[in-house]
């Protein structure tokens, strides 16, 4: 089972940019789902973006589509979240996962968690 670990997380302002990665060490990430979710205070957790890895294709939640690029290192064997123009409503724990079950990011799904990484979007 691969084994993540996320960084990056911290506090930024309304309007700048943050770069998460999510390193995994034990296994490929190469699972047939990966991405990353989110959990903000009082809520559950989401799927944010998610990387389908039989084709290569990305799907993101509304609230952040063109402004978060999800994209992963295949040699470096990491995962990568690119916020931009980043919001208060994006201030969350942030998790990355892989499923090995399914081909889709749904949080009964992934089968490997990290344990997260704080976002603070604030001014």
């Known amino acids: 089972q691969v084994q993540l670990v996320e960084s990056g997380g911290g506090l930024v302002q309304p309007g700048g940019s943050l770069t998460l990665s999510c390193a995994a060490s034990?296994?490929?990430?190469?699972?047939?789902?990966i991405g990353w979710f989110r959990q903000a205070p009082g809520s559950g957790r989401n799927a944010v973006a998610c990387?389908?890895?039989?084709?290569?294709?990305?799907y993101y939640i509304n609230q952040v589509k063109g402004r978060f690029t999800i994209s992963r290192d295949k040699a470096k064997n990491i995962m990568y979240l690119q916020m931009n123009s980043v919001k208060p409503e994006d201030t969350a724990t942030y998790y990355c996962?892989?499923?090995?079950?399914?081909?889709?990011?749904?949080?009964?799904?992934?089968?490997?968690w990290g344990k997260g990484t704080l976002v603070t979007v604030s001014s």
């Open positions: 990387i389908r890895t039989s084709d290569d294709n990305r």
């Open positions: 996962a892989a499923s090995s079950l399914i081909n889709t990011c749904v949080d009964y799904g992934m089968d490997s």
């Open positions: 034990g296994d490929s990430l190469d699972y047939s789902a």
